[in-house]
């Protein structure tokens, strides 16, 4: 009776300690096998440092003086679904703003400038990403452009603007770290509740050309760009 009474206590005992370790377990495998939302989207968030070599901002004056800014990049991934096939294509569009502030201009007798750019971007793009949360995915893109332009001189008579109109041919290309492995039940847990698949730290190299002839309102330029990708 003794024995029986011992090994009755001693499986107690032993289901007392693994069940926790048990339910730790299917817990865990839920996280990773549960919540992989729908995969449509990329949101771009970068930042950017301005500066136009090629902008004359006066009959004289050409500066290659710097300048902040931000671009903002929404995609659409029709493919992003089909893994290790064809990676992800994606048809996107962005827009942003730059500004370069106090460039003096000899012509106007050292008065400043200040230059103010909204650009409108749409292109498409190919991302090399033919694994589930891979972590060092390559891209580039080709696209049009547009820029609205203002730029303000600072006169003893007042302020004097003047606007223009770029077009443009863009392309781009970079590279993208995804942050999802530094923490992976995390991230299983955002994309729960955010929808947010993957985060990605981006860097992308940027190029356009202008597509008019005219050298008053050339915008032409190549820029690094810095910042987030979210992919929903």
């Given amino acids: 009776m003794k024995k029986i009474c011992l090994i009755t206590i001693l499986l107690l005992v032993s289901v007392a300690y693994s069940a926790p370790e048990d339910a730790e377990l299917i817990l865990e495998e839920e996280v990773e096998t549960s919540y992989d939302s729908p995969l449509t989207a990329g949101l771009d968030l970068l930042y950017v440092p301005a500066r136009y070599p090629n902008y004359r901002w006066s009959n004289v004056d050409q500066s290659g003086q710097a300048g902040i800014g931000a671009q903002i990049n929404l995609e659409w991934l029709p493919l992003a679904r089909i893994e290790g096939l064809y990676g992800k294509p994606g048809i996107g569009a962005g ?5 370069i502030k106090n460039v003096p201009l000899s012509e106007f007798g050292g008065a400043n400038a200040h ?3 909204a ?5 498409i793009s190919y991302r090399a990403d033919f694994f589930d949360r891979q972590v060092i995915v390559p891209f580039g893109k080709v696209g049009l452009g547009m820029m609205l332009v203002t730029q303000d001189i600072e006169l003893p008579s007042g302020l004097n603007s003047s606007h223009y109109t770029y077009w ?3 392309y781009a290309v970079g590279v993208e770290f995804c942050l999802n ?3 992976r039940k995390s991230a299983r847990s955002l994309d729960a509740s955010t ?3 993957a985060t990605y730290l981006m860097l992308e190299y940027a190029s356009s050309s202008s597509l008019t002839s005219s ?3 050339d915008m032409s330029e190549s820029e690094y760009r810095l910042g987030f990708r979210f992919e929903i």
Wanted: net charge negative; proline share 4%; glycine share 12%.
């Fill in 95 to 99: 827009v942003g703003f730059r500004n």
């Fill in 215 to 217: 050298n008053t309102q």
């Fill in 119 to 123: 650009p409108f971007e749409t292109f």
């Fill in 115 to 117: 230059l103010y750019a």
């Fill in 168 to 170: 443009g041919f863009n």
């Fill in 195 to 197: 929808g947010i698949n």
């Fill in 181 to 183: 492995v530094l923490d």
